[in-house]
């Protein structure tokens, strides 16, 4: 699971980073107690078939078999021996994963899974995802960006436009697209033609003004007073991920916890044709794919219908995969959105069902790979966990704790309040 973005709340002290991220990449292997982790960047969660048969291969061949999803629609490999880094490397490089050593690490975007999809008048977001990739690995300025530095392209329906990127871009369909710089309230607007380009000056802009005030920081959102304001009002970014199942254009799938075996990851290509795009909610999108293949996804074990207390319920690696776990975060969490689904089934006419607001269970006080904006925060505790409403960012949260046994409840109930 990556680490998400430190959660700095409006009015906290800014971090002043004086030491280089940690972020682990293709080519830069992390050691973890289950083995090395490589996290391969996927712009826009997009691959090939091709492409992503290789990542199958690999983690069979090098790792633990399964692949794992992350919040920026990438993906990592774990279980891999330390050794490994040359052949790991030469497999990505073979299907195009891997086209430059020296920015991979950079290659942070996200875009809506869902653009190009719907509306035939909707943005061609795909074609920013490439166009700002090839820049920004050919432009040398760029490697300087910290690996945690994120680009967002949103086709204006609010998707992407919520995960607290750096840079976004967000389409408009009665005007010109509009930047937004970390968490400004509002944004500038962008001559049409010039997209990709002034979202390159932005990333150039805030590395610039690093060197000129001598500041330390990974994010946009920690020096917001060196970066212009914006005028124009933003459109409301709703943060909504696509709906499993069937949808004009596609199918859209869930993962639990982000992780698939090689033989589902498998199905999911046999289920495409030609294209997967990876979401930052740990689902796939498979453009043009007929509803008539759902079936077999959902036999292979992927989420294929809404409505389940699965939905937008993320979890650290936890234990055994990490030593800074005090709990096997994820045996527990599956086990209590299992006993809530059961209990959801069962209720009667009118009573609440599953879902609610996103739930994340965390191993320790990091809480690596959380979601942004309002959440369910589930951090273990060495006795339990504690069940915190709005997350650990925000000082209106109330807080229970609870023993295993008694977290199916208090989360039910937590990812039900709405206050």
């Given at each position: ?312 319920a993320t979890a650290c ?42 739930v994340h269970w965390s ?57």
């Amino acid at each position: 699971m990556p680490p998400t973005p430190d959660a700095t709340a409006p009015g906290a002290a800014v971090p002043d980073r004086g030491r280089a991220d940690a972020c682990p990449g293709a080519l830069r292997l992390h050691p973890a107690d289950d083995g090395a982790l490589a996290r391969v960047r996927l712009p826009g969660g997009l691959l090939t078939d091709r492409q992503a048969l290789a990542l199958a291969e690999a983690a069979e061949a090098l790792g633990d078999g399964e692949l794992e999803t992350t919040s920026r629609g990438n993906v990592q490999l774990r279980g891999l021996a330390p050794d490994c880094g040359a052949e790991l490397a030469d497999r990505l490089r073979a299907v195009g994963l891997l086209p430059s050593d020296t920015h991979e690490r950079v290659r942070n975007i996200v875009a809506s899974p869902l653009a190009g999809l719907g509306p035939a008048d909707s943005a061609d977001v795909q074609a920013w995802v490439r166009e700002l990739d090839a820049r920004l690995c050919a432009s040398d300025w760029a490697a300087a960006l910290s690996g945690k530095f994120l680009f967002a392209l949103d086709d204006g329906r609010g998707d992407v436009a919520a995960l607290d990127a750096d840079v976004t871009l967000i389409a408009a369909s009665d005007g010109p697209a509009v930047l937004r710089l970390g968490r400004a309230a509002a944004g500038h607007p962008v001559e049409p033609g010039q997209e990709v380009t002034a979202v390159l000056d932005a990333a150039r802009t805030f590395l610039d003004a690093l060197r000129t005030s001598g500041r330390k920081a990974w994010h946009l959102r920690e020096v917001p007073e060196l970066l212009p304001a914006g005028t124009r009002p933003l459109p409301a970014a709703t943060g909504a991920a696509p709906v499993v199942g069937a949808l004009p254009g596609g199918l859209s799938v869930g993962m639990r916890f982000g992780r698939a075996s090689t033989a589902q990851w498998r199905a999911l290509v046999a289920a495409s044709v030609g294209e997967l795009r990876l979401t930052p909610w740990r689902g796939a999108v498979l453009p043009g794919a007929p509803a008539d293949r759902l079936p077999a996804l959902e036999a292979a074990g992927f989420r294929t219908a809404p409505g389940s207390a699965w939905e937008r319920a993320t979890a650290c690696t936890g234990l055994p995969g990490c030593a800074k776990s005090l709990a096997d975060v994820r045996a527990d969490a599956a086990q209590a959105l299992e006993s809530d689904a059961a209990r959801a089934s069962e209720a009667g006419p009118g009573e609440p069902g599953p879902g609610g607001l996103p739930v994340h269970w965390s191993g320790c006080e990091r809480r690596c790979g959380h979601p942004a904006g309002r959440w369910v925060d589930v951090l273990a505790t060495g006795h339990g966990y504690r069940v915190t409403v709005n997350g650990p960012a925000t000082t209106a949260g109330t807080s229970v704790d609870v023993r295993n046994e008694q977290m199916a409840e208090a989360v039910a109930e937590a990812r039900r309040t709405t206050k």
